[in-house]
């Protein structure tokens, strides 16, 4: 395993309004993530998953702290910069997919190269042969309203991976899918996106997928409560909502 | 991206059709209405265009337009022809003589009278008969439209008889004289054959006309009338504008057909807009992913402007399709000839499509511009 990190937070913080008004969703955050793991962001809705995974991506910037994304200060760079810094080393993965409705699975999965001005015919190439690899070979030309969840997810998939990024960041990936299907779906993930490389985070409360991470760091109230290495290492894990803070049982 | 903005655009055909036809619709309104406006304002010196021997007109220095003409002396003319630059003078006469045919049909008339030894100042178009059988006693010329008007659903035919002013004339000629202001029929004689056709004043010189020498400029030799006589002279196409003026000035028109413009500009820019606005909102959250995903501002405004223009130019084409088609149709009908699609008309009304497009696009720019890409993280 790569040991190198390839995000490290340190003390983030991050506040949304002024004054009276002022909400602190992230309250001194501490997390390193490594390449070639899947890091899992665990928690209660409403504990600041979300928002640690848009300052990661650099979507929105910390109020305080460092936030150090493949080596660079991704809030430090100035906006054109941190947008190209985007295109270039991240992939999304979103909860409702956010496909282009007009565009085929295929055109949906080439988004990216697309946007990085390669040109149509080679950018929707990779992106059959990218869909064909994750399953979906016969179904590029398909319009989004014709697929089902998984399908859009997997189109989603292959729109996150197909320019190579560094950094994978999926916002619960699995909580518009029935279980076999976000089980199909994770398995992927793991299968197709973890790579030395590249470093893959997954905001979730879903404990269904908790057996796929490497790392698991457990937050609340804005922050990261607990990481855990290696967390289904010779056991077998169920998580159940206690008070409002996840809490581990080993069985 | 211009693929993904084309796709997106044409996705939602019924949003996509609509915004066409809106644009359409405005712009077809506008052409139309301009081009009408246009085609009237023009008309009010139809007669003075259908002049093609003189390039300056004199005349009493209170007339502000075609119609409106105050008699000058006999003598006027030889003070104009004593102007130096002056190669020739004629004099033209204008009056209203009632037109009845033999079948009781009648209407008031425009009746220009030539002068009697050159017949300089009549149209060159000439449907049938000739000029030259102005010559001969009680002859006049109608224009076509005028003959529709006094014989209507008969054929042209020359040597018919009508009155004019109660005198006895007889149709020697058919011309394709350009339309009046008003549908009056347009009758053309010899100078003292109309004025007797009128009936006889104390002066009947209504216009001079003068053609100047070679090498010397028609504005310049107006001053110089101007200077010698103390009466007003125009060139042919400053004589025009002064009607067009006089009718914007003095009519309702330009009123009603500003309303109608502003109409259409209004409909087009809430209409476009508001469709425009509401195919971005409903695309926001793609928009929004590919901001996340590492599209910039820039680049997504350039894929709104080249949606807003392709719906522009399809919208512009096909409403100027629409309108040439109208034009080429009224082209052909006696009350409508003349109002043509101009290009000018054309080019203003693909200017004002665009600043529509434009506002439609910047609403919905700015609503983009402002998302926050972190918002694709909300359910």
New interface residues.
């Given amino acids: 395993m790569n040991s190198e990190l390839a995000v490290q937070c340190r003390g983030v913080e991050k506040a949304f309004g002024n004054g009276g008004g002022k909400v602190l969703a992230l309250r001194g955050v501490d997390l390193d993530v490594r390449y070639g793991e899947m890091t899992l962001l665990v928690g209660p809705s409403g504990c600041g998953k979300?928002t640690l995974?848009?300052v990661i991506?650099g979507?929105?910037n910390s109020t305080a702290g460092e936030v150090t994304v493949l080596g660079a200060r991704i809030e430090q760079l100035p906006g054109?910069q941190q947008?190209?810094?985007?295109?270039?080393n991240?992939g999304?993965v979103?909860?409702?997919y956010?496909?282009?409705?007009?565009?085929t699975a295929a055109?949906n999965g080439a988004?990216?190269l697309?946007?990085a001005g390669i040109s149509?015919r080679k950018a929707i190439g990779e992106a059959k042969r990218l869909l064909s690899t994750l399953g979906m070979g016969d179904r590029v030309d398909a319009l989004p309203k014709q697929l089902s969840g998984g399908e859009q997810q997997r189109v989603a998939l292959t729109?996150a991976l197909i320019h190579q990024p560094r950094l994978l960041v999926c916002?619960?990936p699995t909580?518009?899918l029935d279980a076999d299907t976000g089980q199909s779906v994770m398995e992927l993930l793991a299968a197709e996106a973890v790579r030395p490389e590249r470093a893959v985070i997954v905001v979730t409360h879903d404990n269904r997928i908790f057996g796929f991470a490497d790392t698991m760091a457990r937050m609340d109230d804005g922050r990261v409560i607990s990481v855990e290495s290696e967390p289904n290492a010779g056991s077998e894990h169920v998580f159940m909502p206690h008070h409002g803070v996840i809490q581990e049982v080993r069985v | 991206m211009n693929f993904v903005a084309w796709k997106m655009l044409t996705g939602d055909r019924a949003k996509y059709l609509g915004l066409i036809f809106t644009i359409a619709f405005c712009t077809f309104l506008l052409e139309n209405q301009t081009s009408i406006f246009a085609g009237i304002m023009k008309r009010t010196g139809s007669q003075i265009s259908d002049v093609t021997d003189a390039e300056i007109w004199v005349m009493d220095p209170k007339t502000e337009y075609f119609d409106q003409t105050k008699r000058l002396k006999d003598t006027d003319l030889n003070r104009v022809r004593g102007v130096e630059g002056v190669q020739w003078a004629v004099k033209l006469f204008k009056g209203n003589p009632v037109a009845r045919t033999l079948d009781g049909k009648f209407d008031v008339s425009i009746c220009l009278g030539l002068d009697d030894a050159t017949l300089a100042g009549a149209p060159r178009k000439m449907i049938l008969g000739s000029w030259e059988r102005l010559r001969e006693p009680d002859s006049v010329v109608i224009d076509k439209a005028g003959y529709q008007l006094l014989y209507p659903d008969q054929p042209l035919q020359l040597d018919r008889n009508l009155e004019l002013n109660d005198h006895q004339a007889t149709i020697v000629g058919i011309s394709d004289a350009s339309a009046p202001f008003a549908s009056y029929p347009v009758m053309h004689a010899r100078y003292s054959q109309a004025v007797n056709f009128v009936g006889r004043e104390r002066t009947q010189l209504s216009f001079i006309l003068v053609k100047p020498q070679a090498g010397v400029k028609a504005l310049e030799l107006t001053k110089r009338i101007e200077d010698t006589t103390g009466l007003r002279a125009r060139t042919s196409e400053q004589f025009q504008w002064d009607c067009v003026v006089y009718y914007l000035k003095h009519t309702g028109i330009p009123v009603n057909f500003g309303i109608t413009i502003a109409i259409a500009l209004i409909v087009g820019i809430v209409v476009a807009g508001q469709t425009f606005y509401i195919f971005t909102i409903e695309n926001l959250k793609q928009f929004g992913a590919l901001k996340a995903i590492g599209v910039t501002n820039w680049r997504i405004t350039r894929m709104i402007v080249l949606q807003a223009v392709i719906v522009g130019a399809m919208g512009f084409s096909i409403g100027s399709g629409l309108c040439t088609a109208f034009f080429a149709i009224t082209l052909q009908n006696m009350a409508t000839r003349g109002m043509v699609l101009l290009w000018q008309n054309v080019l203003g009304t693909g200017v004002a499509i665009f600043v529509v497009i434009i506002i439609a696009s910047l609403i919905s720019i700015r609503r983009v511009l402002v998302l926050e890409p972190a918002a694709v993280f909300r359910a």
């Fill in positions: 979300t995974l848009s991506a979507l929105l054109r947008i190209l810094f985007r295109r270039k991240l999304f979103f909860q409702q956010n496909l282009l409705p007009a565009l055109e988004v990216p697309l946007a149509r729109r916002d619960e909580a518009a």
